[in-house]
Nanobody
Framework: QVQLVESGGGLVQPGGSLNLSCAASGRIFSLWPTGWYRQAPGKQRELVAIITSNGVTNYADSVKGRFTISRDNTKNTVYLQMNSLKPEDTAVYYC?????WGSGTLVTVSS
């Protein structure tokens, strides 16, 4: 079974940037699509971005043009580069692949 560990969250001012990482262990997950999801307080978990095994990407409308998902299969890692962050991006961000979830990393956008 795959284990997923997210990192890179933190406190950032509006307009700032963060780069999240999702490191996988236990299985080679390069052949599987991987998604970043987020859950804000009091809201349902939502898909932010997804990347297929061959690098095809898709984004939620709310983050298009600001976020970029990528993967490094040599490191079994998927990234989420987040630019021009807004207070409404505040949430716990989760990685999902092969029916497994990471424990999440908190992103807080506030001045």
């Amino acid at each position: 079974q795959v284990q997923l560990v997210e990192s890179g969250g933190g406190l950032v001012q509006p307009g700032g940037s963060l780069n999240l990482s999702c490191a996988a262990s236990g299985r080679i997950f390069s052949l599987w699509p991987t998604g970043w999801y987020r859950q804000a307080p009091g809201k349902q978990r939502e898909l932010v971005a997804i990347i297929t095994s061959n690098g095809v990407t898709n984004y939620a409308d709310s983050v298009k043009g600001r976020f970029t998902i990528s993967r490094d299969n040599t490191k079994n890692t998927v990234y989420l580069q987040m630019n021009s962050l807004k207070p409404e991006d505040t949430a716990v961000y989760y990685c999902y692949a092969m029916a497994a979830w990471g424990s999440g990393t908190l992103v807080t956008v506030s001045s």
